[in-house]
């Protein structure tokens, strides 16, 4: 009330602005300079005019005002989902591909949520899941362990990097075949666990290959690849991120593209506002998956 008084310098008209008699105002402002103990405005024929004393208190007054309205917009918008953290677990690159549009899109749609990324194998992120320590995995094939929520979204190719000196360049695909007479490189994290599967499923026992194992990052397995250490297994989304000197083939299998599925797996129990219109988007962009499972 006192905010609204320095504003229209009347009680009259203050009092009209918020619908109470002007007597009632009166006493209020009274009844708030004796708890204060400071008189707060001077009340002259020509309106009512803030004293130095009023001053301060009003200048600390809307400061105050101004924070609780901030706060409350913020805290309604964070119910909504529109703002917030969001931490998404992945283990794919980034360069191209599903996930990157679909990070894209929640950033256009979204744009006051933090979203933190973590990276890490499958089972890691599955892992920090269950612990609650991020929101919602990105995972390919499936996790059996997992007895929480899910959803397919997506698959990728495999596909191998190649030194643009290497014979499978003149090829249009890779048969998985030929690989098993190549040094595979296979990152430690990311997707490598899941190449690991792979390679025991489609050649048996992974000790008869020539596997070399790195725990570094994409763009420095294919520095190796551009070195002539290996080839490199990859996921299509590592296609954005081709060097020079380096580039990328399908791999084929009897059946034809080699691929991986993605689902999205998350906690129930998660009430975080941003993972469910996260998981919304989800659900707009592949509209045609899973398509009567509820979000949570």
């Known amino acids: 009330m006192a905010v609204i008084t320095s504003q229209h310098r009347s009680l009259r008209q203050a009092a009209e602005a918020?619908?109470?008699r002007q007597s009632t105002l009166s006493r209020r402002l009274r009844d708030l300079e004796y708890c204060l103990g400071s008189v707060l405005f001077e009340r002259t024929n020509g309106g009512t005019r803030p004293t130095v004393e009023g001053q301060e208190f009003l200048e600390a007054a809307k400061r105050i005002i101004e924070e609780v309205n901030a706060i409350t917009v913020r805290l309604k918008t964070r119910s909504r989902g529109e703002s917030g953290r969001l931490t998404i677990g992945v283990h794919t690159s980034?360069?191209?591909?599903?996930?990157?549009?679909?990070?894209?899109?929640?950033?256009?749609?979204?744009?006051?949520?933090e979203a933190q990324l973590v990276d890490g194998?499958?089972?890691h992120l599955i892992s920090d899941l269950a612990d609650a320590t991020i929101d919602v995995a990105f995972v390919a094939e499936s996790e059996p362990s997992w007895q929480d929520r899910s959803l397919s979204v997506w698959s990728e190719r495999v596909v191998v990097a190649v030194p643009d000196t290497h014979p499978f360049n003149d090829q249009e695909v890779v048969h998985w075949h030929d690989l098993k007479r190549e040094p595979l490189l296979l990152p430690s994290r990311g997707p490598g666990p899941e190449f690991n599967k792979l390679l025991r499923s489609k050649g048996g026992a992974s000790?008869?290959?020539r596997l070399f194992r790195h725990d570094v990052s994409l763009d420095r397995l294919l520095t190796l690849v551009s070195l002539g250490w290996g080839l490199l297994l990859a996921l299509e989304g590592a296609i954005g991120s081709a060097q020079s000197r380096v580039s990328f083939r399908e791999v084929h299998d009897l059946d034809g593209p080699m691929r991986f599925t993605f689902r999205a797996y998350w906690r129930q129990a998660n009430s975080n506002p941003s993972l469910s219109t996260f998981l919304e988007m989800l659900r707009e962009r592949y509209p045609d998956l899973s398509a009567d499972q509820p979000l949570i």
């Open 18 to 20: 918020i619908n109470i």
């Open 94 to 113: 980034l360069a191209a591909g599903n996930l990157r549009a679909t990070l894209i899109e929640y950033r256009r749609r979204f744009p006051e949520v």
């Open 121 to 123: 194998s499958g089972e």
């Open 207 to 209: 000790d008869s290959l």
